[in-house]
């Protein structure tokens, strides 16, 4: 288990591809950028169909799957992709506001924009000038 640091995404350490109940699922690469408004999430997820994404939040937990859709050969020369589909679990810091997570899939890159609470944002503060 994790120690959970404010305001940083974690991720948990996983196996590059883990198993369960004969369904191998590969952990897929991602990307984490950061700025005052929020955090950007690009998970690589290439072959995942519109209908076979899941984007889930769990309390303090950003969980992303998706499954592949691709057809079995009979009979392969070489196969190295034997997984089913893909799986990753995000900590999410203490400002992310939860209600504002939107995600879009473009050329095999899954993006999650997460948008910070407004009182985690930076604020302009107004100088007023006093005559005298």
């Known amino acids: 288990v994790m120690k959970k640091e404010d305001n940083k995404i974690q991720r948990y350490d996983t196996e590059e591809v883990l198993t369960q109940k004969n369904y191998r699922l590969a952990v897929p690469y991602a990307d984490i950028f ?3 408004s929020g955090y950007r999430i690009n998970v690589d997820m290439p072959g995942v169909s519109k209908d076979k994404f899941s984007v ?7 969980l992303v799957k998706g499954e592949i859709d691709k057809t079995v050969e009979k009979e392969y ?56």
Do not use: C, Q
């Not at 990753?88 to 899939?105: C, M, N, Q, S």
């Open 77 to 132: 020369y070489f196969n190295e992709m034997n997984y089913s589909g893909y799986e990753r679990t995000f900590v999410l810091p203490d400002d992310v506001d939860i209600d504002k997570i939107e995600a879009t899939y473009n050329n095999g890159v899954l993006s999650i924009t997460l948008n910070k609470k407004e009182e985690f944002k930076p604020k302009l503060i107004e100088i007023k000038w006093l005559s005298f």
């Open 34 to 36: 950061a700025s005052e």
């Open 56 to 62: 889930k939040v769990d309390k303090d937990e950003l």
